[in-house]
């Protein structure tokens, strides 16, 4: 496959600012309007999102003007832990979606050359990319096994947004627009708990495998790439497992698992498109 080379774009670069607001407010704001687009884009069972069709709606045209008004905030307009997660997980999931309709994405985010570092939202004058927001704000700087260097160097201004607190159930609230993603949802700062609390359960308990006569453990990739995140792997999965004869299972033998990471599906996650 050809990947399509593009320059960083900075998608709210044209979109004027308006009078300054607050992020809190506009990210409300933001928040309402991706709700509404999945509510009516979403595909109920698999949670994928039919781009081309939210493309065309005044809903989207709404959402993009409202991005604008990111380039005035500034980090103290994000005052605990809960509204810099809520906020930056949601604008992870509009960045993706945002570029993904405007760049006419069609196979999946594969399509453009270093996708996650060159789309870019204008925060406060400062660019941000997909992956910047990921590894640099929400996992607080952290390195991993696929991003093995520290996205902010020492004395890069955008650590100023670097969140106050790190929650590895943030994995499972990021869309990157691939199938193999959790679904995407809008976070409220006011109801982050249950919301993260929810999104890793519903992940976890669809996701793992288990098969007890190999003592072996099927799992998504992510487990593996951000492992160090969750630590003791098994007793996350434990923490979130439904109650059932797998949970049991694992409680039983979660010091004598193998953990195998199955492959990532990075086929874009389009309702309109049959799997």
């Known amino acids: 496959m050809t990947r399509r080379v593009i ?9 004027p600012a308006g009078a300054s607001r607050p992020l809190g407010e506009l990210g409300a704001e933001l928040r309402t309007r991706i709700n509404r687009i999945i509510g009516a884009h979403a595909d109920p069972a698999t949670g994928y999102l039919d781009y081309r069709a939210i493309g065309e709606t ?28 809520a906020f930056w997980a949601n604008l992870y999931n509009a960045l993706t979606l945002h570029a993904i309709v405007t760049l006419d994405i069609q196979n999946g985010v594969g399509d453009v050359h270093e996708f996650f570092r060159r789309v870019q939202y204008d925060v406060g004058g400062d660019r941000l990319s997909l992956l910047d927001i990921e590894h640099g704000v929400l996992r607080r700087n952290r390195p ?32 990157c627009g691939a ?31 288990i098969d007890p006569a190999a003592r072996c453990l099927t799992l998504s990739r992510i487990f593996y790439w951000y492992e160090d995140d969750f630590g003791d792997v098994p007793g996350f999965l434990l923490a979130h497992l439904d109650p059932g004869p797998a949970r049991d299972w694992l409680a039983a033998h979660r010091g004598a698992v193998t953990l195998v990471h199955r492959a990532y599906d990075w086929d874009l996650n389009d309702a309109s498109v049959r799997a």
Do not use: M
């Open 7 to 15: 320059e960083p774009v900075v998608l709210n670069a044209r979109e």
């Open 58 to 85: 005044a809903e989207f045209r709404g959402f993009v003007g409202l991005t604008g008004g990111l380039a005035t905030g500034r980090p103290e307009e994000l005052p605990t832990a809960e509204a810099q997660i």
């Open 144 to 175: 991993s096994r696929n991003q093995p260097a520290r996205v902010f160097g020492r004395g890069d201004r955008r650590l100023r947004w670097v969140v106050t607190r790190f929650d590895p159930r943030v994995h499972f609230a990021l869309n």
């Open 179 to 209: 199938r193999s993603c959790p679904p995407v949802r809008a976070y409220d700062p006011r109801q982050l708990d249950g919301q993260l609390d929810l999104a890793t359960r519903g992940f976890v308990n669809a996701d793992v495998e």
